[in-house]
């Protein structure tokens, strides 16, 4: 089954890339550019969320 998914997807990515658009993306492409980017640059928290972040770990005795 793996052999026969990776050959579908290599068939896939042979496709022609739509006008308008820089690449064929398949399930899963643009999960996996977010992840490096996260994992590179870091994730973005607004204030609001850090801030109940930050009391709930303060309910529980830790500082940040």
Same mark, same amino acid.
Do not use: N, Y
């Given at each position: 089954?793996? =052999?026969?998914?990776?050959? *579908? !997807? ?14 064929? +993306? ?6 996996? !550019?977010?992840? %490096? =980017?996260?994992? &590179? =640059?870091?994730? %973005? $928290?607004? =204030?609001?969320?850090?801030?109940? $972040? %930050? +009391? &709930?770990?303060?309910?529980?005795? *830790?500082? !940040?």
């Amino acid at each position: 089954f793996e =052999q026969d998914a990776t050959a *579908f !997807v290599h068939w896939l990515r042979q496709s022609p890339v739509a006008d308008g658009f820089d690449a064929l +993306q398949i399930a899963g492409d643009p999960e996996r !550019v977010a992840r %490096v =980017q996260r994992e &590179a =640059q870091g994730i %973005v $928290i607004d =204030q609001t969320t850090w801030d109940a $972040i %930050v +009391q &709930a770990g303060a309910k529980i005795g *830790f500082t !940040v």
